[in-house]
């Protein structure tokens, strides 16, 4: 069984854009109206490379979505 959990979640109007931790590295989960992708990756860094290349996702959610990212691990490593 493979544990997953929510890293960071952004939502907007256009879609939605989720990293999740597994027990082999991170999951990526993008949607938005009429798509979705669905992808496992090695670290959190290749989830966000992933989300650079996927034509669907509109440049105001992949900045949220990097952002909110960089802020979880900020607030992280502070800890």
């Not at 907007?12 to 669905?38: C, K, N, S, Y």
């Not at 670290?43 to 992933?50: D, K, R």
């Not at 440049?59 to 979505?65: A, F, G, T």
């Amino acid at each position: 069984m493979t544990l997953v959990r929510h890293y960071s979640d952004t939502r907007m109007e256009v879609g939605r854009v989720r990293f999740l931790l597994t027990d082999h590295g991170a999951q990526l989960m993008a949607e938005g109206p009429g798509w979705r992708h669905i992808s496992e990756h090695g670290s959190l860094q290749e989830a966000a490379q992933m989300l650079a290349f996927l034509p669907e996702v509109p440049q105001q959610l992949y900045e949220q979505s990097l952002h909110d990212l960089h802020r979880r691990q900020s607030l992280e490593q502070a800890a």
